[in-house]
T-cell receptor, first 115, second 113 residues
Framework: AQSVTQLDSQVPVFEEAPVELRCNYSSSVSVYLFWYVQYPNQGLQLLLKYLSGSTLVESINGFEAEFNKSQTSFHLRKPSVHISDTAEYFCAVSHASGGSYIPTFGRGTSLIVHP | DAGVIQSPRHEVTEMGQEVTLRCKPISGHNSLFWYRQTMMRGLELLIYFNNNVPIDDSGMPEDRFSAKMPNASFSTLKIQPSEPRDSAVYFC???????????FGSGTRLTVV
């Protein structure tokens, strides 16, 4: 079985400050890792994913996450946040084999960006 | 593409009534998923389909819940009879063959009073 822990339920930051949203997972097999973002009253949107290759993955809006196998982590970072980044962020993990790729989602971290 | 389309966006119903939630996946996606989101439990997978066939419904909470996918472009999630504890946001998501990431709909916010 796989599981995901998002260590912070809420992260308040000021605009233009850096932010890190933490995600740790547990799995006995190789994994794929994902970050999704949910804006108010909307569905989840895929932000970025790690499948293989470079352990550092980036999104088009300045977020990045690094797969750290030894620490079983996939923390999400952004060097300078905007008000518009205020949203709920979900980390997810799925097995990297078997074909079903059904992810397990974390409980989410609410990023609140203050002006 | 219009994305995954869910209807209705909001539903308020009285306890005991039947509720039907609808989903149209992205054309060409062959996997469809129903999730429920609540503050208490977070995001829960209820059921998923591959090529219109239900693969895993172990997340369906009770026999009051049922889901169908009569064709590749339409799925329903039905609750009969509904109860106040069913109040949640229900999401539908779809994924292409061999794909790893989901596309979610905007959800249906269900309130059972």
């Amino acid at each position: 079985a796989q599981s995901v822990t998002q260590l912070d339920s809420q992260v308040p930051v000021f605009e233009e400050a850096p932010v890190e949203l933490r995600c740790n997972y547990s799995s006995s097999v190789s994994v794929y890792l994902f970050w999704y973002v949910q804006y108010p009253n909307q569905g989840l949107q895929l932000l970025l994913k790690y499948l293989s290759g470079s352990t550092l993955v980036e999104s088009i809006n300045g977020f990045e996450a690094e797969f750290n196998k030894s620490q079983t982590s996939f923390h999400l970072r952004k060097p300078s946040v905007h008000i518009s980044d205020t949203a709920e962020y979900f980390c997810a993990v799925s097995h990297a084999s078997g074909g079903s790729y059904i992810p397990t989602f974390g409980r989410g971290t609410s990023l609140i960006v203050h002006p | 593409d219009a994305g995954v389309i869910q209807s209705p966006r909001h539903e308020v119903t009285e306890m005991g009534q039947e509720v039907t939630l609808r989903c149209k996946p992205i054309s060409g996606h062959n996997s469809l998923f129903w999730y429920r989101q609540t503050m208490m439990r977070g995001l829960e997978l209820l059921i998923y389909f591959n090529n219109n066939v239900p693969i895993d419904d172990s997340g369906m909470p009770e026999d009051r819940f049922s889901a169908k996918m009569p064709n590749a472009s339409f799925s329903t999630l039905k609750i009969q009879p509904s109860e106040p504890r069913d109040s949640a946001v229900y999401f539908c998501a779809s994924r292409p063959q061999g794909g790893s990431g989901y596309t979610f709909g905007s959800g249906t916010r269900l309130t059972v009073v």
